[in-house]
Structure formats: C-alpha cells, structure tokens
C-alpha cells in the first residue's frame, strides 16, 4: 500500500510517498527559510501564501518522483497541527481535495507524532520507548508503552530548545535559523563561559531554558557595557553545554526509571551534532538501544508525518472530510485507538 502525506504546519512545504508503511519511495521538501531569513523570524501570513504558492507543485514532484500513478496511491495523511493555523490549513485543504479526487480515505495526523516515528523509517522501535523531542516549538519527554501510545512525562514551561537556540543565534546577530550556526561556532570554540543549569525539582522532568538565555543575554550586554569584545564562540559553547547536559541527563533518569527498552531521539533540534554525540556516548555506557533519524528525517518533513499516520492506517482510525486544522492540537488525544471515529 502507498500512503501519500502531506506537511505545511510551518514553513516547509513537503509531501512525501512511503511504501507500506516504511519505505520512502519520494519526500520532497521545499524550504521558505530563504524567505523567512530577511524577518529573522517565521511570519505566519507569508509562510501561507509561500504554501499556496508551492503545493500543487511539490505533490506533482512527489508523486512524480516515487514512480507511481496517482490510481496507487491508498490514503492521503496531512498534518492537522499543532503549528500555525494558516498554514496547516493549505495542507488540509489539499489532503481533503485529493482523498475526495482519489476517493481514499483521510488521516490527520499530529506533527509531533510525526517527528516521533520519524524513528519507525530507520529501524525497529522496541516499547516501551521514551522519546525526547527538541524542536523549534516543542521540548518534551514522551513515553510510548505500547504503538502509538503517547504519554508525555516532561515539558518545556517556557521556551523550546530549538526557540532558544534560535533567540541565542538572534542575540549574537548570526542568521535565522541559528541553531546549525551556534551549534558550528560551540565545536569551533577553545573555551567555554560556564552559563548556568535549570535542574528544577529533583524529582521533575520538566525543562526550562527562558534562564539560560537570559544569562547568554545579560553576558552580552555586559560586554557591550564595558566594551569588551563579545566571546562569541565561548558563548555558544557554553550555552550549547548546559543544554545538551540538562536534556541528556533527564532522558536518561527517565529512560531509567521507566525501565524503557529504547530512546528515540526527534524533533529538528536533534540535527544538533554535540546532543547526537552525547547521547550516543551515555546509551552505550548504559546499554540502551538508541535511535536518531538523519538529518533530513530531523527537520520538518512529509516522510515523518506517512510514518506516523500509518499506525492509523494500520488500525483503521480515518477521518471524514470535515477534519480542521488545529493549531494546539494535543499529542495524547492523537494516541491509536482513543479516535471518536464518525462515519
Ligand atoms: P515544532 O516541530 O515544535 O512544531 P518546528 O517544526 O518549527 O517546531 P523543527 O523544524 O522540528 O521545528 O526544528 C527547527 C528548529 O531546529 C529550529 O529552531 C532550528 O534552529 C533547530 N536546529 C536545526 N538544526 C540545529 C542544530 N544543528 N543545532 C541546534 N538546533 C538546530
Ligand atoms: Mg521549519
Ligand atoms: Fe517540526
């Protein structure tokens, strides 16, 4: 069976064909960050009109590229949320005009579950599972007892690892979006400035990272004051560090007091080559299976979102073409076989 998904919840226009669940035939991704780069920032009325503009071409390309007709093509996943509303919308839109064209039937399927079993294109996932999630909305650590069940143990009470990476990047006046860049100048750098750590409760699994940006600021305006040069480089590391150390070592207590049998690591911040390094080093030392999509599996990507609604298509749960977009869309409520399914 083919499924056909499609991805606009943010500023990647993709669509992508996979082949019985796993096996990517195309996954075409067209970037707006070219676009984007000049406001340093995502702005929500352009990245719609930008999805508008690409769409029909992109599934064209997709469709193109996997070497099947349109006739082979089983059900047309579309990413309903969370994300912004403008533009998941245009991917809604023409996921519902397709599966009603194609008469197949509808998933919506939720981003983050995407980023998730982004892992499923890779290898094996081994339940229980805890996946931690670092991406540009999204810190979280979510237990999977079982397939396609989410529960989410920890989260961010303030900005996302990838949000923070990107204000760090602003501060320090390196381009939009910043994390590659930071991530270069903290391998790049002789020495670090040690930046502080939010641990929070012992016993929480929560995160924090609006502090530690903070601090990376005041140490710029401080050397600004005293007209200093700014350590740019020393900075990155440092704040590359306490990240990397707060995120790793909550995955690994959790993993350890869920007595899960593998990490999965998600989401577009996992691109980040010291957090890949890291967690690889701490699963061997343990003896925890470890997965990490490559690089264009991490980042937003229609390939992911196939990958995740086929656990809907495999159980069955599809949606009618009266499916909304949703930009606070909620991951637990989006678990296999909890689906008030209306038909
Ligand atoms: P969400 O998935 O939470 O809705 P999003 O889709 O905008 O948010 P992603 O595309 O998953 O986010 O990830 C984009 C983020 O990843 C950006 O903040 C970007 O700076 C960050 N990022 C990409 N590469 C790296 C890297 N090498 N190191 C650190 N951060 C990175
Ligand atoms: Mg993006
Ligand atoms: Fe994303």
Redesign the pocket.
């Known amino acids: 069976y083919h499924l056909l998904a499609i991805e606009t919840s943010?500023?990647?226009t993709s669509v992508a064909v996979v082949r019985n669940g796993t096996e990517v035939l195309s996954n075409v991704v067209s970037s707006q960050i070219d676009t984007h780069r000049r406001f340093g920032g995502v702005v929500p009325e352009i990245a719609s009109r930008k999805h508008v503009e690409s769409i029909t071409v992109i599934l064209e390309e997709a469709i193109a590229e996997a070497g099947v007709s349109p006739e082979q093509i089983d059900a047309v996943a579309v990413t309903q949320g969370p994300g912004l509303v403008g533009a998941l919308l245009v991917g809604v839109v023409a996921a519902k005009s397709l599966a009603l064209a194609l008469d197949v039937p509808l998933i919506g399927t939720h981003h983050i579950a995407g980023h998730i079993y982004a892992n499923r294109l890779i290898g094996e996932i081994r339940y229980p599972a805890l996946a931690l999630v670092v991406s540009?909305g999204h810190t979280e650590l979510v237990l999977l007892e079982s397939e396609g069940r989410f529960r989410i143990v920890g989260r961010t009470r303030d900005d996302a690892v990838g949000e923070a990476y990107d204000k760090v990047a602003r501060a320090l006046s390196l381009p939009y979006p910043g994390g590659p860049h930071v991530d270069r100048m903290a391998h790049e750098a002789e020495d670090a400035i040690e930046l502080p750590r939010a641990w929070l409760e012992p016993e929480s699994y929560d995160f924090s990272f609006s502090g530690l940006k903070s601090a990376v600021l005041a140490e710029i305006n401080r050397a600004n004051m005293k007209g200093e040069p700014i350590r740019a480089h020393a900075l990155a590391r440092g704040f590359q560090e306490s990240v990397i150390d707060v995120v790793t070592v909550k995955a690994m207590r959790a993993a350890r007091e869920y007595g899960v049998r593998q990490l999965l690591l998600c989401g577009?911040v996992a691109a980040n080559k010291g957090l890949r390094a890291r967690l690889t080093e701490l699963c061997e030392e343990a003896g925890l299976p470890l997965l990490i999509p490559p690089h264009s599996l991490c980042?937003?990507n229609a390939a992911m979102i196939a990958a995740a609604a086929d656990l809907k298509w495999r159980s069955g749960e599809f949606d009618t073409l009266d499916l909304k977009a949703e930009a606070q869309l909620s991951l637990e409520d989006w678990s296999v076989g909890t689906a008030v399914v209306t038909e």
């Open positions: 943010c500023d990647e540009g577009g980042t937003d």
